[in-house]
């Protein structure tokens, strides 16, 4: 018998983090959805961290995303098909957050608020999906927030949420009105202009009870929903539209995907380039009501975007503590070297005051349809938030990949997908300097909403290092006449006060190290560019992983 071959034995190696409960082991999290009126639903979140933690649901992530989705224009006799195929992990991915309501869980069967504590237990769900595969996630979100739109035609509303509001998952091509379940998409972005909706060119002519949408979109993700909320001018000016995949006689809609997107990450999600030619749809809005139509839905897909990226930012310093725990170099694990330790715990307090303040804007959600001070907060924040988080999740997910060393930069990983992923999630649902804008815009329509938020956040703040000069900052900047140019500034202060209050009601301790850190400048501008005492570092990992 042969010996074994010396470099079969794998020696100071982590072992893979899979098998875990990822509510269990989230100390912040499971603290915030407390804090935010959810503990009634710990035993449901223990369920789904422990099937969402598990290591089948980590391959289903892999195998999704290595296996990318392909464009089917045509059968093998030149038939036009117009479908995209998916890997099964894909549906499965789908079909296990379809059956946790990620989908829908925001609404009641008939479309209305689900009321209680409904937004943090569905958000502290979607940061845990998010930890495992956030490319299917974008159909989830963007159906979720569809029904906000749909909420303008309560005829269309009354006989889809029959059909959206199951916990079934449909991946059968066949018109929405025969299936168990449905995935509702959008189709805004034109090659001429994606932000600024207006410059569409896509045209709508009235025909019978429907219209014909002729154009063309630049990015449609999701290309297999069963209908798309889409952006067109009719003769009254940019409106929204209900386009379903088949028309109302059983036929395939003349939607004619070009081509996908060969994209930086989001993989296991299609992004189409898409013709219309002449498809059939219904219209959702009065003509010309277009933007206040989709505006509805934005608000819930940025909150989506600021929970996927936090998801992943958790995602991140979990794998990379765990490796800390178990390699060594120069005979100390990295865990116990001085440096590593530093960085690891300013990591593991950006994550808790991004987790903080993730959930509790989902409580504004919660409570905004019967409390004016939170619905206020809901719009102030939901772009401040989604600011914020987004564009720290890049560069944290970088560090985190450093933690691992070569490890972290190797696809074998989740940390290479992870980095990939981050950076869309700013780009997508109004970019960096757009959230700044609307931030503007909340202030110059309704001043008063924003000053009851914004003395909310004072009186909070109290004893926290830094926050009361970054408040007085933000008002002023944003109440100059040149506010624009310096509004990154502004939100991004405004942002740092918000999460630190948010933590403060969780965690008094790390709210004030957090301030400390973050409002009063005590740091430089790399994870672990601070002078935490001993004690602190080590409270803050024992919380991050147990
Ligand atoms: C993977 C992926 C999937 C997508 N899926 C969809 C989809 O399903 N449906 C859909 O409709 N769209 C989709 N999009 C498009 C996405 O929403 C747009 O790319 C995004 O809104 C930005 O629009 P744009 O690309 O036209 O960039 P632009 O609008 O040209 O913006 C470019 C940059 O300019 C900045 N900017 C814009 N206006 C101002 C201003 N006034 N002052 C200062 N800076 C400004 C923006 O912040 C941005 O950084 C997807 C995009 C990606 C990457």
Redesign the pocket.
């Known amino acids: 018998m042969s010996k074994p071959f010396e470099t079969d034995e794998v020696i100071n190696q982590s072992p893979p983090l899979v098998d875990v409960d990822l509510f269990a082991l989230d100390h912040p999290l499971r603290e915030a959805v407390v804090a935010n009126g959810g503990a009634d639903h710990e035993a449901e979140l223990l369920e789904f961290g422990r099937h969402w933690g598990s290591a089948e649901m980590a391959e289903r992530g892999r195998l999704a995303n290595e296996n990318v989705p392909k464009l089917k224009l045509f059968d093998a006799r030149g038939n036009r098909r117009d479908e995209v195929e998916f890997h099964p992990a894909y549906h499965e991915l789908m079909a296990h957050s379809a059956h946790a309501g990620l989908h829908n869980a925001t609404w009641s069967e008939k479309g209305g608020p689900a009321g209680g504590a409904s937004e943090v237990l569905r958000g502290a769900k979607f940061f845990m999906a998010a930890q495992v595969e956030t490319g299917h996630l974008?159909p989830i979100t963007?159906t979720r927030a569809a029904v906000a739109a749909l909420d303008t035609d309560s005829k269309l509303l009354g006989q889809v949420m029959p059909v959206l509001g199951t916990r079934s998952y449909d991946p059968e091509f066949a018109p929405w009105w025969t299936k168990r379940g449905m995935t509702i998409?959008?189709?805004?972005?034109e090659r001429q202009?994606?932000?600024?909706v207006r410059a569409n060119i896509t045209r709508a002519e009235l025909d019978g009870e429907g219209y014909r949408i002729a154009g063309h979109?630049?990015?449609?993700?999701?290309p297999m929903c069963d209908a798309f909320l889409v952006l067109a001018q009719a003769k009254g000016g940019l409106t929204c539209f209900f386009m379903p995949r088949f028309t109302p006689d059983g036929r395939v809609n003349a939607i004619r995907f070009q081509r996908l997107?060969d994209?930086l990450g989001?993989r296991s999600?299609a992004?189409s380039e898409v013709e219309f030619d002449n498809a059939y749809a219904l219209r959702l809005s009065e003509e010309g009501r277009g933007i206040p139509t989709i505006i509805q839905m934005v608000s819930l897909t940025r909150q989506d975007c600021a929970l996927a990226s936090a998801g992943l930012m958790r995602s991140g310093l979990a794998h990379a503590l765990h490796h800390a725990r178990h390699r060594s170099v120069f005979q100390k694990r990295l865990a116990d070297q001085p440096l590593m330790r530093s960085v690891l715990a300013d990591m593991a307090l950006h994550v808790e005051a991004t987790t903080a303040l993730v959930m509790r804007l989902c409580r504004s959600f919660d409570r905004a349809p019967h409390d004016e001070v939170e619905a206020a907060y809901m719009r102030l924040l939901t772009p401040v938030v989604k600011y914020w988080v987004c564009k720290s999740a890049p560069a944290f997910l970088y560090e985190a990949m450093e933690c691992l060393g070569g490890n972290g930069y190797v696809e074998a990983d989740v940390l290479a997908r992870h980095y990939r992923e981050a950076p869309?999630n700013a780009?997508?649902?109004?970019?960096?300097?757009?959230m700044c804008?609307d931030v503007l815009r909340v202030l110059s329509r309704d001043m008063g909403a924003a000053q009851a938020v914004l003395g909310h956040l004072m009186a909070q703040s109290r004893g926290l290092d830094g926050a009361a000069e970054a408040l007085v900052f933000v008002v002023k900047t944003l109440q100059r006449p040149d506010a624009?140019g310096s509004a990154r500034l502004a939100v991004e202060k405004l942002a740092l006060v918000a999460a630190s209050v948010a933590l403060q009601d969780i965690h008094p301790r790390n709210a004030l190290l957090f301030a400390q850190t973050q409002l009063r400048g005590d740091r430089g501008a790399a994870f672990g560019a601070v002078d935490f005492s001993t004690p602190e570092i080590q409270q803050l990992l024992d919380r991050a992983l147990p």
């Open positions: 974008c963007m998409g959008m189709g805004m972005t202009g994606g932000t600024d979109k630049w990015f449609m993700s999701a997107k994209k989001n999600n992004s869309v780009i997508w649902e109004g970019s960096g300097n757009v804008l624009e």
